[in-house]
C-alpha cells in the first residue's frame, strides 16, 4: 500500500507524489488547516489537509490519536520558519490529498505523543500500545541487529544452527524445571529446557563440530530484577577446541558485535581467576568500571579485644577486609545509615567505618566509632596498608567469607555508583579457573553444572575435590555476567566420578540422563562451549536498566504476563483428560 516510511521522507523526495500508511500520532487544528503526524516504524511525517479539499479535510478533521490511516500526498519544504531541526523528517511536509481512514482506534490507555510517566503495569497490560512507542521500537530493532550480526558471524565462522527439542526430560542445571504434563503417558511430565547443554554436547558427539542456536531457555526461580522465567541464550559448542580457542573465537565475536553496533572498541579482554576476583572485588563478576578494591585486614586484627573483628579475624571461614573509598570522607550520617542497611541485605550485621581528615595528625586526624576499640596502632596499620588519604572513608567488614565478600562486593558498586567513579564505560573480562564444587547444607555442589571438566585427574579429583579447580570461564561486563561456559568432560571414568562426588547415585544418573553417559561410550570428541544471555547482552549494550524493556512480551517479577494473564487456570476437562486433580491449597 504504502510507496514510502514517514520517517524516510527527506528533501530529495520533494515534489514526489507517495503513499503513506501509519498511525495517527497527533492531530492540531490550526487555524483551518489540520495537521496530522503521521507515524510509522521508522518515524513521523507531518501532513497538511487544506480546507479547500473538502473531502479529505472532513476526514482528517475526524481522525483522533491511533487511527490507522492512508494517506496519498504531496512532498514540499515546510514554510520558512517552520522547519524543525529536531525531527529527521523536519524540512518537509506532506500536503494531504486523499485520505483513507483504515480502522478507528479507542482512546489508547495512555498517549504515546507525549513523554508520560505510566506506570509500568498499564503499559505492560497493554503492550502492544506500549511497544508502539519508539524507545521500544528502537530497543527491540537494535536487538534484531545483535541476533543478526551474532548469525553472520558464526555462520561465516562455520557453525550451523541447530535445534534441539522444548519438550525435555528433567536436566540437573541447578535450577527449578517448568514441568508439562504428559497426556499420552499417565503420570509423567516434560520438563522445558534450562538450557540446551545435553543436546548440544550430543551434538558434538554426532560430529556437527560447531553448534549454535538462539534458544529460549526456562528456569522457574524465584525472580530478581533481571531475571525472567523464560530467557534467550546464544548458545554455541564446539569440537577439537580448548579453552583459549573458545574464549578468543567468542571475545571476538563480542568484540566484532560491539564495534560494528556501537562504534566501541572493547579491546582485548583480560583474564582473572575467580580467587582473585573474590579477593580483590568480593564478586565473580566484579566491575572493573570501579577502581575500588577490598582488601583484607584480618592479619593486622587478630589480636585485638573487639570480638568483633577479633572473632572473624582468627576463623578461617571468615574473612575481615576494608574498602577505601576516596573521597567518601563527605559522606553524611545518613548516606553511612542508609550503606549499613544495604549491606544488611548481604546478611552484613553492621558497617563500620572511618573517615580519614587529616592523615598527617595520625588517630586524632581521624574520625570514627571504632577506633577506640581498634587501638592507635593498629588503626595506623591499617591506614598505611590502605595508603589512606585525606577525605577518604574505610568502610569494614567482618564475618563469615561469605557475607564479607558479598555485602564489601556489593557496597564497592553501590558507592561507586553514587560517587560517580566510573573510569570507564566498558570493562569486560573473563573470570577463569573456577572451583569446580562448593560446598552447600546438602553436600558439594558443581559451580557451572556436572558435565563442566576439571583441570586435574579424576584420582587428584577425588582426592581433593574442594581444591579441584573446572575448566570453566564467564565473560563479564560492567559488573554483569555476559554469559558462561566450559570445557566438557568427554571421557566416561571422569564424568562418572564427578558424578560420584557430587552424590548422584548411578541409578539417578542413569535415569537423568543415562543417554549422555552412553554417548560418552561411542567416540565423544574433546568439546566446549558456552551460552550468553541474549536479553542481558541487550540491556547492556541499550543502556536499559530493566531487562523487560529489552524483551517484547516480558513476564513480570512475579512471573506472569499482565497481557494474556497467563499462567491462568485451565478447564477441568483438560485437567481430566491429562488425569490431574488439583490438591486444595490449604
Ligand atoms: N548451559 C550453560 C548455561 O546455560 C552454558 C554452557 O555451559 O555452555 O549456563
Known amino acids: 500500500m504504502r510507496s514510502h516510511y514517514c520517517g524516510d521522507l527527506r528533501k530529495e523526495h520533494i515534489g514526489e507524489d507517495i503513499t503513506l500508511c501509519g498511525w495517527v500520532h497527533r492531530r492540531r487544528d490550526h487555524g483551518g488547516v489540520i495537521f496530522l503526524d503521521v507515524r510509522d516504524r521508522e518515524g513521523l511525517a507531518q501532513v497538511v489537509f487544506d480546507p479547500d479539499r473538502e473531502e479529505s479535510f472532513a476526514l482528517a478533521d475526524s481522525c483522533r490519536n491511533e487511527f490507522v490511516i492512508e494517506i496519498k500526498g504531496t512532498v514540499r519544504s515546510r514554510p520558512e520558519g517552520t522547519i524543525n531541526p529536531e525531527m529527521p523528517t523536519g524540512e518537509i511536509e506532506v500536503l494531504g490529498k486523499e485520505l483513507v481512514i483504515l480502522n478507528k482506534s479507542e482512546t489508547p490507555p495512555f498517549q504515546l505523543d507525549e513523554h508520560q510517566n505510566v506506570g ?14 519508539p524507545e521500544m521500537q528502537e530497543k527491540l530493532r537494535f536487538r ?69 542456536q538462539i534458544a529460549k531457555c526456562f528456569r522457574d526461580e524465584d525472580l530478581r530484577a533481571d531475571r525472567q522465567p523464560e530467557f534467550t541464550q546464544i548458545d554455541i559448542e564446539t569440537s577439537f577446541m580448548d579453552e583459549e580457542g573458545i574464549m578468543g573465537l567468542t571475545e571476538d565475536m563480542i568484540r566484532k558485535l560491539f564495534l560494528e553496533l556501537k ?78 542497611k544495604f549491606v544488611g541485605i548481604y546478611g552484613a550485621k553492621g558497617l563500620a567505618w572511618i573517615k580519614v581528615n587529616e592523615i598527617e595528625n595520625g588517630v586524632n586526624g581521624l574520625q570514627s566509632p571504632i577506633i577506640k576499640f581498634l587501638g592507635d596502632e593498629v588503626t595506623m596499620a591499617i591506614m598505611d596498608r590502605l595508603g589512606a588519604e ?182 477441568a476437562a483438560q485437567l481430566r483428560e491429562l488425569n490431574i486433580k488439583l490438591r486444595k491449597t490449604p
Not at 509500568?120 to 512507542?133: A, F, G, K, T
Not at 552424590?503 to 543417554?515: L, P, R, T
Open 120 to 133: 509500568e503495569d498499564v503499559r505492560l497490560r497493554n503492550r502492544y500500545i506500549d511497544l508502539r512507542r
Open 144 to 212: 534484531s541487529k545483535v541476533s543478526n550480526a551474532i548469525r553472520n558471524y558464526l555462520d561465516d565462522n562455520g557453525f550451523l544452527d541447530i535445534e534441539t527439542p522444548i519438550l525435555n526430560r528433567a536436566t540437573p542445571e541447578g535450577a527449578r524445571d517448568f514441568l508439562v504434563p504428559s497426556r499420552v503417558h499417565d503420570g509423567q511430565f516434560f520438563a522445558l529446557p534450562q538450557s540446551p547443554q545435553l543436546f548440544k554436547q550430543l551434538l558434538m558427539v554426532s560430529g556437527f563440530d560447531r553448534y549454535y
Open 263 to 340: 562504534g566501541v572498541d572493547l579491546g582485548d579482554f583480560p583474564r582473572m581467576p575467580y580467587s582473585e576476583a573474590m579477593q580483590r572485588f568480593g564478586s565473580d563478576k566484579p566491575d572493573l568500571r570501579y577502581p575500588m578494591e577490598l582488601v583484607d585486614v584480618a592479619d593486622l586484627m587478630a589480636n585485638i579485644e573487639f570480638k568483633v573483628f577479633a572473632g572473624p579475624a582468627n576463623d578461617p571461614k571468615c574473612r575481615v577486609t576494608a574498602l577505601k573509598v576516596p573521597g567518601g570522607a563527605k559522606l553524611t550520617r545518613k548516606n553511612i545509615d542508609d550503606y549499613t
Open 390 to 571: 585525606n577525605g577518604d572513608i574505610v568502610f569494614f567488614g567482618a564475618d563469615k567469607a561469605k557475607i564479607v565478600s558479598e555485602a564489601l562486593g556489593a557496597l564497592r558498586i553501590k558507592v561507586g555508583e553514587d560517587l560517580e567513579m566510573s573510569e570507564r564505560e566498558w570493562a569486560p573480562l573473563w573470570v577463569v579457573d573456577f572451583p569446580m564444587f562448593e560446598e552447600t547444607d546438602t553436600g558439594l555442589t558443581a559451580l557451572h553444572h556436572p558435565f563442566t571438566a576439571p583441570s586435574c585427574t579424576p584420582e587428584e579429583l577425588k582426592e581433593n575435590p574442594l581444591d579441584a579447580l573446572s575448566r570453566a570461564y564467564d565473560m563479564v561486563l560492567n559488573g554483569c555476567e555476559l554469559g558462561g561456559g566450559s570445557v566438557r568432560i568427554h571421557d566416561q571414568e571422569m564424568q562418572a566420578k564427578v558424578l560420584e562426588i557430587l552424590g548422584i547415585s548411578d541409578e539417578e544418573a542413569e535415569d537423568k540422563f543415562g543417554f549422555l553417559l552412553n554417548a560418552l561410550q561411542y567416540g565423544a570428541p574433546p568439546h566446549g562451549g558456552l551460552a550468553f544471555g541474549l536479553d542481558r547482552l541487550i540491556m547492556l549494550m541499550t543502556g536499559t536498566e530493566s531487562i523487560r524493556e529489552v524483551i517484547a512480551f516480558p513476564k513480570t517479577q512475579s512471573a506472569s504476563c499482565m497481557m494474556t494473564e497467563a499462567p491462568g487456570e485451565v478447564s
